[in-house]
């Protein structure tokens, strides 16, 4: 069994930072790409960030120049680092990541973790 679990988010005020983690645990032969999506309120789950294994970055128009994403294979750990923080980044932050067990490669996705912006 995998488990993606995150930590890091919470209330900030605009122009604040936070730094979301996501661990990998469990059975895992090796995590290939990781990223965060994130959703808010009415709206559709859409892409913030991607990190491909050979730590190729993808991020969303919105967030360039303000977040980055990093990961430590090590620990199976993905980052994502949030800087100038505005209103509408509010949302609910999910990690996923593809993983290769000993039986098949997979998506998994975190609980998700609750980013709020607001003064």
């Known amino acids: 069994q995998v488990q993606l679990v995150e930590s890091g988010g919470g209330l900030v005020q605009p122009g604040g930072s936070l730094r979301l983690s996501c661990a990998a645990s469990g059975s895992i032969v090796r995590v290939n790409a990781m990223g965060w999506y994130r959703q808010a309120p009415g709206n559709q789950r859409e892409l913030v960030a991607t990190?491909?294994?050979?730590?190729?970055?993808n991020l969303a128009d919105s967030v360039k120049g303000r977040f980055t994403i990093s990961r430590d294979n090590a620990r199976n750990t993905v980052y994502l680092q949030m800087n100038n923080l505005k209103p509408e980044d509010t949302a609910v932050y999910y990690c996923?990541?593809?993983?290769?067990?000993?039986?098949?490669?997979?998506?998994?996705w975190g609980q998700g973790t609750q980013v709020a912006v607001s003064s």
């Open positions: 996923n990541a593809q993983i290769t067990s000993p039986f098949y490669t997979r998506d998994y």
């Open positions: 990190i491909n294994s050979d730590t190729r970055t």
